[in-house]
């Protein structure tokens, strides 16, 4: 038995402790002793969800929750108003999944004094991949992300690899700024058929869901090939295969083969494979991890 089921052994289960405000928090987060970790999210929770809290409970003595629907990383064209807010359900899922305090502010209480003039600048990387469909998104991550850390103060902050360039990112920005965390990566919780959890696939109709299995495919296709010990084009064109002209219904975005910490230049041995499509009016990432042999 682990530290943490011993834990939870002797922990008489309890709906979570809900506060919307700073002084709330501070209130709130003093009485919590030992280790204490924290997942963030935007809502709408969903099992992937729950699988992150369930991996903050193993390691910490307390959880913290933060739902909070960021509008700095919406673009004018994005789904900000369609995003779904569920904050009871969410509670729920808090509770079944042991957090102890949640914390879901406002936006005039995150942004008391409007939207910040001065924010956290990703760098290169951040304009590259998502950043670069998505102009300023990471400004918008990587400052609510660190507002919620000088709040919630926590040991521990877990991300699930399923935004595996925002975790890449937030551990930078942790690592440059000397955020005094440990930023935990989880992997990435799917659906039996393989499809990433998120909670835009409540907006795929049927077929388009069935359409959006395209992107684990492509995945699972260019890991195969990694391990025939295919190199690195070769593993590339086994995914993109997955997309090719006789596949309508999938808008490809971008589809790249990279290293482990997103860096430029060669690619070898460790590795990353990500995707991002759309589905309809949806759009989807995903990435598994890739093991190319170093020599090729």
């Keep these: 038995m682990t530290a943490a089921e011993a834990r939870d052994t002797q922990r008489t289960p309890v709906v979570p402790e809900l506060v919307h405000t700073r002084a709330e928090l501070a209130r ?5 002793t030992g280790t204490v970790g924290v997942v963030m999210t935007m809502g709408a929770l969903h099992e992937g969800h729950e699988t992150l809290l369930r991996a903050a409970r193993e390691r910490a003595d307390h959880v913290i929750v933060t739902i ?12 900000f108003d369609r995003y779904p807010r569920t904050l009871d359900a969410d509670l729920e899922l808090c509770r079944r999944a042991g957090a102890d305090l949640v914390f879901a502010p406002t936006a005039a ?8 003039t001065v924010r956290v600048e990703p760098g290169q990387l951040g ?13 918008g991550v990587l ?17 699930g690899e399923k935004d595996y ?29 393989g499809l990433a959890r998120s909670s835009r696939n409540r907006y795929l109709s049927a077929g388009e869901r069935e359409v959006a299995l395209r992107l684990s495919r492509a995945l699972r296709a260019g890991v195969e090939a990694a391990e ?6 070769a593993v590339l064109t086994a995914a993109h295969a997955c997309f090719g002209a006789g596949e309508p219904g999938a808008r490809l975005d971008y589809l790249v083969l990279t290293d482990s910490d997103l860096a430029p230049g060669p690619v070898r041995g460790p590795a990353r494979l990500l995707v991002a499509a759309w589905v309809g009016g949806t759009r989807l990432i995903d990435n598994a991890p890739v093991r190319l042999d170093p020599t090729r």
């Design 228 to 233: 025939a010990g295919r190199d690195a084009g």
């Design 28 to 32: 709130a987060r003093m009485a919590l």
């Design 165 to 193: 360039q925002q975790l890449t990112l937030v551990r930078r920005m942790c690592r440059d700024l000397d955020v005094p965390v440990e930023v935990v990566g989880v992997p990435t919780a799917r659906e039996p058929d």
């Design 109 to 116: 209480d995150m942004y008391p004094d409007g939207e910040p």
């Design 68 to 79: 909070f629907v960021n509008p700095l990383q919406f673009g004018p064209n994005e789904d």
């Design 127 to 139: 304009e590259d991949l998502e950043g670069l469909s998505r102009p300023g998104f990471f400004h």
């Design 143 to 159: 400052t609510v992300v660190l507002k919620l850390l000088q709040l919630t103060r926590p040991d521990l902050a877990f991300f």
